[in-house]
């Protein structure tokens, strides 16, 4: 990230502060549907987190770690909003977790549906730590900085995670078995 970008929108500079969020609003939005699972939450925790770095960037001390610490408000605002989803409606999904499915053989498809399954049972901590540590590809040292939780930690839920989604992936198996086998 350009640090006098960050310094000019740190004094107000509304033009920068424009040019920072459109440079990372997509980045935002694809991190926080894979934690969220919900593209209309997604882009909700987007907006949450873009109006933090808005309102506390002043208060950045050092901007050379504003991805950093940007990333944090995002993680934060995901946590928000799967708290509020799960209040109001904890068995609501309204999009799929891709888009398309065209040109993926059937067995693709399936293997697809139960690791979504299997993600989506697992909590939101859990799916912050697969989610910046496989799809970003950070190491795991990084997720627990922008998480703001010690390096033991975000590895304990990364096995956790992992450990989870075998589980479900074995007991879908099972179960497909079981009803080919009738």
Known sequence: MDTDLVVRAQHGDREAYAVLATEIADRFVAVARRILRDIDLAEDATQQALLGIWQDLPQLRDPARFDAWSYRLLVRACYAEGRKQR???????????????RGDDMGSVVDRDQLERGFRRLSIDHRAVVVLHHYLDLPLERVAELLGIPVGTAYSRLHYAMRGLRAALDADARTTTQEVAR
Do not use: Q
Request: charged share 25%; no cysteine.
């Open 87 to 101: 209040r109001w409606a904890p068995n609501l999904r309204l999009l799929p977790a891709d888009e398309s499915t």
